[in-house]
């Protein structure tokens, strides 16, 4: 189905549907490639012709999958799906908490002191053992407003289940990080200890103490 048709379908449906080039789903979208990404999946340098490609790539099998779910079930919900690429896009640096070895994983927030804050687990690794991959996850549904459809996000790996929309949606699994990556996120929660929400300071002092430890031993 082409995308005028399949938007066309939402709308007699009775939703809106928010395109991908809106300007801030776009620049949300985007910033995925912009190297800012400190802790889990990280797309690989490309250039801007490939980042539209893929951001249009994954709104295609968003709609497809949307309008799927609407034609069996009647209503939209949150949909995923896993688009195999002939090249490499990044890194697919997230496993299943339940495969981390529990000894070694640490808890911290991430987007401290923004509306986007929340907690996940990370699990240091070497570089060379976080693994590339080929696979984009994308994710799409309807909005809060209960009547708009469209892009949640997207991230390098096959990660259908463990990156709902939802803010605690990492508590299901762990991220790979470098020693310095970790190091990074930590130093950025304590430069917002008082505006984040989340957790108590202690708790989030305690956090930070238990990545200076593991991080020194």
Partial sequence: MLRADSVRYLEQAGFDYKPAESPDLWSHLESHFAGRQSIGPKFAPMPASNVAELIAMGEGALLEAMIAHHRQTGTLARVARVIELPYIVGTGAVIPLSRADARRVLRLI????????????????????????????????????????????????????????????????????????????????????????????????????????????
């Fill in 110 to 217: 991430k987007d401290a002191g923004t509306p986007y804050e929340r907690l996940i687990h990370v699990m240091p690794a070497e570089a060379d053992e976080i693994p590339c991959t080929s696979c984009m996850t994308v994710t799409g549904g309807l909005y809060p407003d209960g009547h708009t459809a469209g892009y949640y996000d997207l991230m390098p790996g096959d990660h259908p289940e463990d990156s709902a929309p939802a803010l605690g949606a990492d508590e299901s699994c762990a991220c790979l990080a470098t020693r310095n990556e970790i190091a990074d996120l930590a130093r950025e929660m304590e430069l917002k200890l008082d505006d984040i929400a989340i957790v108590t300071r202690e708790e989030c002092e305690e956090m930070i103490e238990k990545v200076r430890k593991t991080l020194t031993s």
